[in-house]
């Protein structure tokens, strides 16, 4: 009897994961692992060009109903990170974002999407900046799944507002980790 329990748990083990190899994924043509001066803000002491990168992700869940993309540092010196970019309520048909997507004057996310306010205090995409001497933080760029078409929220939602509306109905999420320092 523990024989057969065993071989039941190991295979279903075993096709769960196989199951989840193909699973959500998100990719970049402009991300390795380092940011670059594309993805660095312009302003407060950084000289980067403040560019969103690229970003595509794949094999979402078959119930997803939108999607949602954050760019979050946990290694800000302030207590909570930062949040470099939310874009939200985008469309379940759209499956990247081509860099530069993240400047809003630039017209190149997807309609109908929102891009909130950030720590930086504005809409769209803030490039890397970290202090001066600080170890390399790391940028989170992560993209969820969604339960639902709409988050109920606009433009001035606070990056903790959208945050709970995002934990709140995620399906599933996929990330890349880059670094930067100065």
Sequence with gaps: MKKQIFTIVLTFILSAGVVFADGFTLK???????????????GLGCE???????????????????FAVTVYDPDAPT???????LIFDIPVNITSLPAGAGNPE??????????????FKATGFGGACPPVGDPPHRYVF??????VEKLGL?????????????NQNAIAKASIIAYYGR
């Design 106 to 119: 630039q017209h190149l996310a997807p309609k109908g999407s929102i891009q909130s306010v950030t720590d």
């Design 79 to 85: 207590g909570s990170g930062w949040w470099h970019w």
């Design 28 to 42: 970049s043509n402009d991300l390795s692992g380092q940011l670059s001066e594309k993805q660095v803000f312009n």
């Design 154 to 166: 606009d433009a001035s939602a606070t990056p903790a507002a959208v945050g709970f509306y995002l």
């Design 48 to 66: 980067g060009k403040n560019i969103s990168p690229h970003l595509q992700w794949a094999n979402a869940p078959k119930d997803a109903k939108s």
């Design 142 to 147: 992560t993209v969820y799944a969604l339960k």
